[in-house]
C-alpha cells in the first residue's frame, strides 16, 4: 500500500488542523493505519492509530481529547483531526500502514508503509 500525507502548515496556539492520509488501496480490516510525529531531534513517536479488525482508535496520552483519528472507506483516507494545538505538537507527521499486531500499535517498528511527512508548526 502507498500513503499520500497532507493538511500540515502553520497555525497559532489553540488552533485547528486536520490531516489526510491517502491509501492507495482500501485499507479497513486489512491494515492498521496510524499517524506518528517527530520532532527536532527527537525520535519518533506514536500519535494515533486505527486498529486492523475492527478500526478502534486508540491515542497517545499527550493526545487524547485533543486529537480524533477517522476513516473515510469511499475516499481511502485516514484523517487526523487535531483541535486545541500546542507549540508541542509541532513536529512533521507521517501516517504508516501495516497488518501491525495489537502490541506493536504504538511503535513505529509495527508498521511496514509510510508517507512522506507532512510538517506542522504550531506558534505561541
Known amino acids: 500500500v502507498q500513503l499520500q500525507a497532507s493538511g500540515g502548515g502553520l497555525v497559532q496556539a489553540g488552533g485547528s488542523l486536520r490531516l489526510s492520509c491517502a491509501t492507495s488501496?482500501?485499507?479497513?480490516?486489512?491494515?492498521?493505519v496510524g499517524w506518528f510525529r517527530q520532532g527536532s531531534e527527537k525520535e519518533r513517536e506514536f500519535v494515533a492509530t486505527?486498529?486492523?479488525?475492527?478500526?478502534?482508535?486508540y491515542y497517545s496520552d499527550s493526545v487524547k481529547g485533543r486529537f480524533t483519528i477517522s476513516r473515510d472507506n469511499a475516499k481511502n483516507t485516514v484523517y487526523l483531526q487535531m483541535n486545541s494545538l500546542k507549540p508541542e505538537d509541532t513536529a512533521v507527521y507521517y501516517c504508516?500502514?501495516?497488518?501491525?499486531?495489537?502490541?506493536?500499535?504504538?511503535?513505529?517498528?509495527?508498521?511496514?508503509?509510510w508517507g512522506q511527512g507532512t510538517q506542522v508548526t504550531v506558534s505561541s
Open positions: 504508516a500502514a501495516g497488518r501491525t499486531i495489537m502490541s506493536a500499535l504504538s511503535t513505529p517498528r509495527g508498521y511496514n508503509y
Open positions: 488501496e482500501a485499507t479497513a480490516n486489512v491494515y492498521a
Open positions: 486505527l486498529s486492523r479488525s475492527g478500526g478502534r482508535p
